[in-house]
């Protein structure tokens, strides 16, 4: 049952919102109970676009790992880790930037993107452009078979493909090809209408005290047409139902909202009041949680040194086989054998 490897990261960005618990938290959770899982923090990732703001790094791992516990990853079931306590990546990914050609990273879809909307600073650095060869490395360290992950990390997914194929072509074949596990994530919008994300400052975070969360729900944009209670409104065409209706579906629910939203007889306000109190009922548990973990404040940095132990030594031998396959055992590990 648990023959294949799961591996899955993100980059230190803090807090988490909602988007991050129904996008990808309850797949790992899922994930987690049917496989043998390696959840990492990605924060030399984040030094990709924020190689200019490090002093937020440490807090924000913090808070993330806070987060994941909070909402039930278990180390004990899975391997927790932070991607800089484990050098092995940074030694896999300077091998394997050897033999990635640069017209793969440069075609890259999500590279091209990001190279036009970041206008803020310069991200034209090798590091960036690299950034799907060092994913690479994350991957295959732990010959993880499955990558959940969003629609827009799949064309990097793609590359972690043929990166691998190249490897194993040159050297013999020392890595299985990851597969990406596209999970469908679900349209998680900010309180302006936007997708919701922290940059946007428009999130929801899952450890936002009830009252505020409530604040933020109730000045949630609803559709723009509908001013007042006297005019129609259309669901379809409204973000707070587009998600927390659509997150929360109950069938009486829904066919109230459809008719008063349409007929003009209930109000934005009654309409979000009837499905408030789901969205924090969930949240319950998880705020409980993150309370009482909170209390320990080296509960997550000993999580995090569990993890890497085991992490390094899964690398460590994985690297041995690495630098034997492509002849390079003329250090210390000269001894071991292919
Ligand atoms: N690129 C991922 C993100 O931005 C984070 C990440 C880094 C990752 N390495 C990974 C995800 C390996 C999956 C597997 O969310
Ligand atoms: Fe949206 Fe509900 Fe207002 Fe209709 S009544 S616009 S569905 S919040």
């Known amino acids: ?15 988490l919102h909602l988007g ?7 797949n790992w959770l ?6 043998e899982c390696f959840f990492f923090v990605a924060d030399w990732h984040a030094l990709t676009t924020g190689y200019d703001d490090t002093a937020s790094i440490a807090g924000n791992i913090d808070e ?25 990546h940074a ?41 799907p060869v060092l994913q690479t490395a994350d991957i295959i360290m732990y010959r993880a078979r499955l990558v959940p992950v969003g629609i827009d990390q799949a064309p990097h997914l793609e590359l972690s493909r043929e990166i691998t ?39 929801v975070f899952l450890s936002d005290p009830p009252e505020v969360m409530e604040k933020k729900l109730l000045q949630m944009v609803t559709d723009t047409a509908r001013k007042r209670k006297t005019d129609p409104g259309d669901p379809e065409l409204c973000p707070f139902y587009q998600t927390y209706h659509a997150l929360y579906p109950d069938k009486e629910r829904l066919q109230w ?22 969205v924090i009922e969930e949240m319950g548990p998880i705020q409980e949680k993150r309370e009482t973990l909170a209390k320990d404040p080296a509960y997550v940095a000993r999580v995090l040194a569990e993890g890497r132990g085991r992490a390094s030594e ?20 000269r001894a071991v054998k292919r």
């Open 314 to 333: 899964e690398a460590g031998l994985v690297m041995k086989e690495v630098r034997a396959a492509m002849g390079l055992n003329h250090g210390k590990d």
């Open 1 to 15: 049952m648990k023959e294949k490897r799961v591996l899955s990261g993100m980059r230190p960005t803090g807090k």
């Open 64 to 88: 993330m790992v806070l987060d994941w516990l909070s909402v039930g990853i278990d180390p004990g079931r899975a391997t927790i880790f932070t991607q800089s306590e484990v050098k092995e």
């Open 20 to 26: 991050h618990y129904h996008g990808v938290l309850k």
């Open 165 to 203: 194929r190249r490897f194993n072509h040159l050297y013999g074949h020392v890595f299985p090809e990851p597969e990406t596990l596209l999970t469908e994530v679900p349209k998680v919008l900010g309180t302006d209408g936007r997708k919701m994300s922290k940059s946007y400052d428009n999130a």
């Open 30 to 35: 899922r994930l987690q109970s049917q496989y």
């Open 257 to 278: 909202v459809e008719e008063g939203c349409k007929g003009a007889s209930i109000g934005c306000i009654e309409c979000k009041r009837s499905v408030i109190p789901s």
């Open 91 to 131: 030694e896999l990914f300077v091998l394997l930037s050897m033999i990635t050609p640069l017209s793969w990273l440069e075609r890259n879809p999500t590279y091209k993107e990001q190279l036009q909307e970041i206008e803020s600073k310069d991200i034209r650095t090798f590091g960036f452009l690299g950034y």
